[in-house]
């Protein structure tokens, strides 16, 4: 490996024994022993916050969302907050799998296929929200998807809430794509390393016959290079809808330029931070620390501190476009978020995505995971009350001061917000029990070319 | 010699990849057709010593994409201007800007479903089931290990001749492989 001073020098992907069979050994105990206390314990934890959700949302369905807290004007209250935020955290996701696999950034490897499985999780507990949302979820086919129904009308394709129905469905299937063809090779390993004859069935007929013959692997690579290809614009453009959401409006607080950049700069940020803060739980938890090394999460802290910059200046343009549109109404929307009634969301959003992840720049700080720890957790919840902030702050004061009013939620809304969680975290948890948590043959991959950097591979 | 007797070809196994790319263009100077090398992540310079031509899955997805996205374009042109024409907020019945992103998603959308199912095809999956799995190769190939298999329905195959390039290739263990090795230890009903 070359050692050029002055230039950032690639760390190790795995400390300690890089032995293949090692590798293979390490990636699939999780899978092949059983769980250990510590798992159960989360895992009936989130599984019981899951089930919560179960409770909460047959409670919506039966009563309607008159159990909320929303109300006219605030029309949307925690369900589009929610929806913003999972979709914002699936983000991180695919940066990861697509965007640094553009850029050949090797450290991927050990943190992809996780992340890959926290976008899919994360796109389901979204998904819940805008369905749930509208009310007769079981009517909502039609009115969401193009399908032929009684009345012969179609949705209104001049819609942004149409784009997202077609932008977040697309995103899930190919995400879901991508990660599965990913793990193909890895399912393949495993199938191979199992004794058990039943065990050898599932994940044989999860690796579909893969023998890892050179013709597949051509073919493979340039699936795989294609699916990032796909993903990274893709990644770019579900975001941006999801914020033409709120800027295709005319509402002031909403009606801004500035949103799509802002919300996918804000949504990688946030996922980021949920990456981490899963990492640092599941490499102790499957005791997977010298494939997932600290290194790892410092790089991701980097790129915290990175789009915490870009969020941070997305907050001062829309502090100082309202002031220099010389619009009343912006400037008020504006006044009111800083110094209104939600003040306290407002601040807290400031101290958790702009001051906080500023502690990153501090290298002790990046390496710390028990200082790691609490600040991806407030960026989480920074991050969270930004949507909070910007879907509630613009609605409850619109433009007829009589029609002023409050949102408060109840705790329907809570047992939705803290059950996504618990869904989240257990499908989570049965990932890592189940399927490779790492990617086997891709680490492997670059394994051999960090060793043989500049060597044979030129062929 | 029986049907389950029939050798399946002969394999060889390699223990560093660049040893593979070497051993590979020996075999493929050989003149061998029927051949495959069998590895746990993908070799670069692999495909050109085999002399593979480059897969066809991207012309499949441009294809496909372009498809998706004249399909997006003409389903909201047929539902919103042509099936029940529905003024909207005052812009034209075939807004194309408007449709612009649902088009979008239907070109990512169309690309990646071909893009899979081309993989599928093209990698014959789904197929479950190779005689290989059988025959004890993979066992070390989706760990650490890269292996030349020649298989038996090359016309030049004959045990010698195959044992002889594969020891050339510096191969560190060679054995043939036959239909049912897997069968004989661990009897399964099929």
């Known amino acids: 490996m070359s050692d050029t001073p002055g230039r950032l020098r690639p760390f190790p992907l795995v400390e300690g024994d890089a032995a293949f069979a090692r590798l293979d050994a390490d990636i699939s105990r999780p899978l092949e022993s059983f769980p250990t206390a510590r798992w159960w314990i989360a895992f009936i934890l989130s599984g019981l916050l899951a089930l919560y959700l179960l409770f909460c949302l047959a409670v919506t369905v039966l009563y309607g969302i008159g159990t909320w807290g929303v109300n006219i004007p605030v029309g949307w209250g925690f369900a589009i907050t929610n929806f913003v935020f999972w979709i914002g955290i699936g983000h991180a996701g695919t940066l990861i799998s697509a965007i640094l696999y553009l850029l050949r950034q090797r450290w991927r490897t050990g943190v992809s296929r996780f992340a890959e499985a926290m976008t899919i999780f994360a796109v389901i507990c979204a998904g819940i929200f805008p369905l749930i949302h509208t009310g007769r979820p079981w009517l909502a086919w039609y009115w969401l998807f193009p399908l032929p129904n009684q009345n012969h009308v179609w949705i209104n394709f001049r819609s942004p809430l149409c784009w997202d129905i077609f932008a977040v469905s697309t995103y899930f299937t190919v995400s879901l794509l991508f990660w599965y063809t990913g793990l193909l090779p890895d399912l393949a390993t495993v199938r191979d390393r199992a004794r058990h004859p039943l065990r050898k069935a599932i994940y044989g007929l999860l690796s579909l016959g893969w023998t890892g013959s050179a013709r597949a692997w051509a073919h493979y690579e340039s699936a795989y290079l294609l699916f990032a290809g796909l993903a990274t614009p893709l990644v770019l453009s579900v975001h941006s809808i999801v914020s033409f959401d709120f800027s295709v409006s005319v509402l002031p607080g909403w009606h801004s330029t500035i949103f799509p950049p802002y919300f996918v700069a804000g949504a990688i940020f946030s996922g980021l931070a949920m990456v981490a803060m899963c990492l640092i739980v599941m490499r102790r938890m499957f005791r997977l620390q010298r494939l997932i090394t600290t290194n790892h999460v410092e790089v991701l802290g980097k790129l915290i501190v990175v789009t915490a910059l870009m969020v941070s200046y997305a907050y001062a343009i829309e502090a100082f476009i309202a002031w220099y549109s010389g619009s009343a109404v912006e400037r008020f929307v504006m006044m009111n978020r800083a110094f209104g009634p939600y003040a306290w969301a407002f601040w807290i959003m400031i101290a958790c995505n702009v001051a906080f992840p500023q502690l990153f720049w501090i290298r002790r700080v990046r390496r710390n995971l028990w200082c790691v720890f609490p600040i991806v957790v407030f960026v989480n919840v920074g991050m969270w009350l930004e949507r909070f902030v910007i879907v509630v702050t613009s609605l409850h004061r619109d433009f007829i001061p009589s029609m002023w009013r409050m949102y408060a939620p109840t705790w329907v809304d809570y047992g939705l917000l803290l059950g996504s969680f618990g869904l989240f975290f257990t499908l989570l948890l049965l990932f890592c029990r189940f399927l490779p948590a790492i990617t086997i043959s891709e680490l492997k991959n670059a394994l051999v070319q960090s060793r043989d950097a500049g060597g044979w591979r030129h062929d | ?190």
Do not use: N
């Open chain 2, 1 to 190: 010699m029986t049907e389950r007797d029939r050798p399946l070809g002969i394999v060889g196994l390699l223990e560093d990849p660049e040893a593979l790319v070497r051993a590979a263009r020996k075999v493929r100077d050989a003149g061998w057709r029927r051949w495959d090398c069998h590895t746990p992540h993908p070799v670069h310079g692999l495909e050109t010593a085999m002399g593979i031509k480059g897969s066809v899955i991207p012309y499949i997805a441009i294809v496909a994409a372009l498809f998706g996205a004249a399909f997006g374009k003409a389903m909201q042109w047929w539902m919103s201007a042509w099936d029940f024409p529905l003024i909207i907020g005052g812009t034209p019945l075939f807004a194309i800007p408007a449709f612009a992103p649902v088009a979008f998603e239907t070109f990512v959308l169309f690309a990646a479903l071909a893009t899979f199912a081309a993989l599928l095809v093209l990698c014959r999956l789904l197929r479950w089931h190779s005689p290989l799995h059988d025959a004890r190769v993979m066992h070390r190939v989706t760990s650490d290990r890269y292996a030349i298999f020649l298989d038996a329905s090359d016309k030049r195959f004959s045990e010698p001749e195959g044992r002889r390039l594969l020891a050339e290739c510096g191969c560190s263990e060679i054995y043939v492989a036959h239909c049912a090795d897997e069968r004989e230890t661990a009897p399964r009903g099929d």
